[in-house]
């Protein structure tokens, strides 16, 4: 096409990759948002006719016209989507020079796509402002925006250049692959039309056909890696604080939870336990003795895990920057000297992470805590945020030198907190082999699921923000990044006790569920305001500890699929677009339902109860579906809906992961007539043996008529066989005693609770 190389690709039945490179630049598709490069795919047929080229692949087809060039895709079923429009198709337009760096990045590009009436866009990673994204105008460039976020911004911490369109219950995605300043213009600036244009760089686009928004996820994660599993204890409860300023604090916070039984698996330190700030250092009159404070922590069950940002404190008396400096692993200036800026330890150098010498050098500096015991790191400020200007990011003209093939910072700054994150997993990885590594990261590109799960960064203790976060996790689910979740509580500004325990009901679903907040506020703790907050949050909290059987199940389908753990209504119903408009409520999984009660005062809200049978939690009510329904939500109860004869194994209450055996496995079931099933998965919780089949899968289906309940268990498939001896099935609004009950043919005498209308039945594992 003229001066440029336009290359289309058929990649997988349903994937299709288009590349724009300009004057004789290679056809180079190589990226660190890509975990999969290599595609092989047999069945193409390509044709050509009345200047226009096509491949199929049988579930779908690419039209290329060639003059003008012009993109259109289209599925089995005769849908055609994401199609160039037809007055500007994709291009590049020179931007007025500014010295000599506007020349360096070389011309914008640009995608046009048509915008059909009806379809409506989602996705676009990490934002504040609701669910839908039909109508806005989208910035991806990674900042930490002063004040924390609000719904006015647009991009934070994270930028997913991704997004999934929806129309008539079939979806197709499409994701930009380029880490410069990229914007999406979702029928904003026209109403007929979308662009998705870089400030530089080829232009790379990947296009999901679907037509179910599950097969878009799926793809999606396959081009740009999963969420790896995470170990067992991950999916407890977190309690963190900026800070907790000494080793007696941590303590006294531990002896806190294990005396009221509140559950709890890890605790965090924050900038405050290190030297002056100094990574990979101890503030040694802080925490005299870190391994043994660790180890005792341990011994009552808790991981403690570490900050650490990316600064790395400028003195000529410590060991991290001398290292770093004779090595040159610092990012550079223009002209070539070590890049400074001021961050919490006052002038700092910073790693420059797209070299792999770097990367492995600041991995190689976690073995230090690992050996103190630390057992997961927090990789914060990696934007990079830094102070001059206040919470500014580097000069678009720092040089990274990488492996042989240097960058400006402005090619590559979406993906400084990615790296990092990166640096960080493949070091726990390398330096504990047996243990699924544990990092938690706020800045990241596209991919960044494959390192670290991500947290939202600096909301307030706000009504707003509690409902906000809500469409928010909504939104990275559907950008491939599942394992989320925001500071419960909120982080700056006081929290109060109503909106803590709300926050709680809600936080508790989150896929990442840990309680945070600033220097100088008030503690929030579950216990911080006393009766009745605390013994509500303790109930909530309890229940998340109870659910982790049906979280980790939910973990292995995300894991394995893409498929989000937190997901939108829209991803069970596609095909009811009053869904689509839902974003206050979503669904764990596909079996429950959470409508949270995010507004002072509230006891009644309004909730959308999508397609199938539902069962209130607390009260037993059925609901059918669809139907909008006003539910009576005092504190404590926030609407939590289980879908019909859906198996909910939980386990036994316990104060952290591994308390105590997880003996017996309860399955809670509503029973109503029809029919559902749940394939629990489980393994060793850590490590990687379920690789090689160390694990359990195991379906259980409950069919409900007139007159009886039939529960199934499978056999299991794996090797991994649970340590219990019980399976107890919980079955809940048995109007009356049931006439018989038979477990393998033989009739038991039943044990059924008048009051609570609930049938148990005990069955060896
Ligand atoms: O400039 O380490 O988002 O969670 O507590 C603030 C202190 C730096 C920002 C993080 C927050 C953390 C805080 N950090």
Known sequence: AGTATVEVAALAPDLFRVGLFLNGRPLDYTSEAIAKMEWELTQVQSSSANGELSLCTGAARVRISLDPLRIRFEDASGRVFAEDDPERGMGFFARPKVGGREEALGPAVRLYKRHPAGERYFGCGERTGGLEKTASHQIFWNIDPPGGHN???????????????????????????????????????????????????????????????????????????????????????????????????????????????????????????????????????????????????????????????????????????????????????????????????????????????????????????????????????NEPSLFVPFHSTMPDDVVHLGDGDPKLHAQIHNLYGSLMARATREALQALCPDRRPFVISRSGFAGLQRHALLWTGDNNSWWEHLWMSVPQLQNLGLSGLAWVGADIGGFFGDTNPELLTRWMELGVFQPFCRNHSALDTRRQEPWAFGEPYESIMKKMMQLRQRLIPYLYTVFEECHRTGAPILRPLFFENPDDETTYAVEDEFLLGSALLIAPITRHGDEYRHVYVPEGTWFHLWSGKQIEGP?????????????????????????????????????????????????????????????????????????????????????????????????????????????????????????????????RRTLIVRLPE
């Open 627 to 755: 139907s909008h329904i006003l539910a009576e939500a005092p504190l404590g109860e926030p609407p939590i809906y289980v879908r019909a004869n859906t198996p909910i194994p939980l386990w036994p209450e316990m104060s952290h992961v591994g308390e105590r055996p997880a003996d017996p496995l309860t399955l809670l079931i509503f029973p109503a007539a029809g029919q559902g099933e749940l394939t629990l998965y489980e393994d060793a919780g850590d490590g990687y043996d379920y690789q090689q089949g160390f694990y359990s899968r195991r379906r259980i289906t409950c069919e409900t008529s007139v007159d009886q309940i039939i529960v199934r268990l499978d056999e299991r498939k794996g090797s991994f066989v649970p340590e219990r001896k019980e399976v107890h099935l919980e079955i809940r609004e048995v109007p009356a005693p049931p006439e018989s009950v038979h477990v393998n043919g033989q009739q038991i005498v039943p044990e059924y609770d008048d009051g």
């Open 151 to 381: 719904p006015g911004h647009n991009n934070l911490y994270t930028s997913i250049p991704f997004i999934v369109a929806m129309q008539d219950g079939k979806a197709w995605g499409l994701f930009l692959a380029n880490t410069y300043h990229v914007e999406f213009d979702l029928a904003h600036e026209d109403v007929d039309c979308s662009w998705f244009g870089a400030a530089g760089g080829d232009l790379i686009y990947y296009v999901f056909c679907g037509p179910s928004i599950r097969s878009v996820l799926d793809r999606y994660t396959e081009l740009t890696g999963r969420t790896p599993m995470a170990p067992l204890w991950a999916l407890g409860y977190h309690q963190s604080r900026y800070s907790y300023m000494d080793a007696d604090e941590l303590r006294s916070v531990a002896h806190e939870f294990r005396r009221r039984r509140i559950p709890c698996d890890v605790l965090y330190l924050d900038i405050h336990y290190m030297d002056g700030y100094r990574v990979f250092t101890w503030d040694r009159e802080r925490f005299p003795d870190p391994p043994q404070l660790i180890a005792e922590l341990q011994e009552q069950g808790f991981h403690v895990v570490t900050i650490i940002d990316p600064g790395v404190k400028v003195d000529d008396r410590y060991q991290v920057y001398l290292e770093g400096r004779e090595q040159d692993f610092f990012c550079k200036t223009a002209d070539g000297g070590e890049y400074h800026n001021v961050v919490w330890p006052g002038l700092c150098a910073f790693p420059d992470f797209t070299s792999s010498a770097t990367r492995a050098w600041w991995g190689s500096r976690h073995q230090a805590p690992l050996d103190d015991g630390v057992a997961g790191i927090w990789c914060d400020m």
